[in-house]
């Protein structure tokens, strides 16, 4: 399994974007994952318990179905995802060659989520657009 390389100044930056997405959303649990679904970054609030593993993959899955249901409908391109459950909902936004992924049990404001997000996807889609 290959590891997705990073600069030491890369992972700094992509630390600094996940910081101010925690500061800007109620979000509890932030990743970034290759869009094969291999983890690049994960951070949860306390007490929180989502498997990293299994939303990384999920969140890669939905991404690419998403992908391909606004292709095949003529609405590309694919901005995000969203999903909502009795408990909770999950963001999924396209940041270039990798993929940004939100979870949150209480969201007040989800067009700021999704604002914040397509911001802080397009950063992570410039900084590793060589990728």
Known sequence: MQQF????????????????????????TLAVVTKAGRRVAFSSTKGVNIDPDLLSAISAVLLQTGIEAVEKLAFEPLFEL??????????????????????????????????????????????????
Request: glycine share 10%; proline share 1%.
């Open 5 to 28: 390389a990073m600069s030491e100044e890369e992972a700094k930056q992509l630390a600094m974007y996940l910081r101010e997405i925690t500061l800007y959303t109620e979000l509890e």
């Open 82 to 131: 969203i999903v909502r459950g009795e408990k909770g909902i999950i963001v999924v936004t396209d940041a270039g060659p990798l993929v940004l992924i939100g979870a949150g049990v209480k969201i007040e404001s989800l067009g700021h989520v999704v604002s914040v997000f397509r911001h802080f996807g397009r950063e992570i889609a410039s900084l590793f657009s060589k990728k």
